[in-house]
């Protein structure tokens, strides 16, 4: 055997080695930064049999299970009177940050004093809309963000929970499109059973 050809081979031998090392690491990585019982994680996406057990993309989950099946984790909604327990894909959950497990039970605990569940709007709520571009509805294709509007439609009479809800169209609104809101794109600024003008 040449020098050549031994030192080619040597070559690969310490390549194939590398290529192993290189697996066996991104293995470790995977499985440390895979979610076990007990860590919280941040809903990211879902699917519509998920908003039928009352999840909703941003809320804040326990790991209550994992196993290693195609939809490995068992979650429980953190705190509140909303609680639920559902299975996730891993891609629709990411690690939830301490900032927003304590932001998610700052937010519930808020609700409460109303004794409200976080996010539970009711018809006749005055809240503050803020349009982003994934809701497209009138009141943001007519330009405007930050009105305040009353809420005339849950959705409740809905089968599944949906996280929208109707907001009357605000008088200098011409567009001909329907002013349902994503629950992230509001804001409570007085709860239906404060208001005087009722």
């Known amino acids: 055997m040449s020098k050549r050809a031994s030192q080619a081979e040597a070559l690969r031998y310490l390549l194939d080695k590398r290529k192993a090392e290189v697996a066996e690491l991104e293995k470790k990585l995977e499985e440390a930064s895979r979610l076990k019982v007990g860590d919280y994680a941040k809903i990211i996406e879902l699917t519509p049999e998920g908003s039928s057990y009352g999840a909703a993309v941003g809320d804040i989950v326990q790991v209550i299970r994992a196993d290693y099946g195609h939809l490995p984790h068992k979650c429980i909604k953190c705190g509140g009177p909303d609680r639920y327990e559902y299975w996730f894909y891993p891609e629709h959950l990411e690690r939830a940050t301490d900032e927003e497990v304590a932001a998610a039970a700052k937010q519930e605990e808020k609700w409460a004093k109303i004794g409200r569940k976080a996010n539970e709007f009711k018809v006749g709520d005055i809240v503050r809309y803020e349009y982003n571009s994934k809701n497209n509805n009138a009141i943001g294709r007519s330009g ?55």
């Open 144 to 198: 405007f963000s930050g009105i305040l509007a009353e809420i005339d439609d849950t959705g409740l009479g809905s089968k599944r929970k949906i996280d929208l809800v109707h907001l009357v169209k605000p008088s200098f609104v011409d567009d001909d499109h329907d002013t349902w809101a994503r629950l992230g794109d509001v804001a409570l600024v007085v709860p239906v059973e404060n208001r005087i003008d009722q």
